[in-house]
Nanobody, 119 residues
């Protein structure tokens, strides 16, 4: 029904920048919230940044990461600056999507993209 396709990620040195993108397609009437989560090895998946009624960031990324949306393209972006080794994780896109008018929103996840910060 709905696909979230992520792009970007890769290997970057500490202090560097990376940009992620996530495009939603399929049965979409409206998108309520789009967000980025990350999961490091052996740890729980945690919210990084969210764009919905308000924009929210994890304390650990405030001032370094910026989330933005292009509603016409059903796409959410994550600009990551001043990257640190502790930002290394698999980054997942999440979207709360209403498939048809009157339906409640449903949550969808992307497949994840690896971000590695290392010298």
């Amino acid at each position: 029904q709905v696909q979230l396709v992520e792009s970007g990620g890769g290997l970057v040195q500490p202090g560097g920048s990376l940009s992620l993108a996530c495009a939603a397609s399929g049965s979409i009437f409206s998108i309520n919230t789009m967000a980025w989560y990350r999961q490091a090895p052996g740890k729980e998946r945690r919210l990084v940044a969210r764009s919905g009624v308000s924009t929210d960031y994890a304390d650990s990324v405030k001032g370094r990461f910026t989330v933005s949306r292009d509603n016409a393209k059903n796409t959410v972006y994550l600009q990551m600056d001043s990257l640190k080794p502790e930002d290394t994780a698999v980054y997942y896109c999440y979207a709360a999507i209403t498939n048809r008018a009157g339906d409640p929103p449903r949550g969808y996840w992307g497949q994840g993209t690896q971000v590695t910060v290392s010298s």
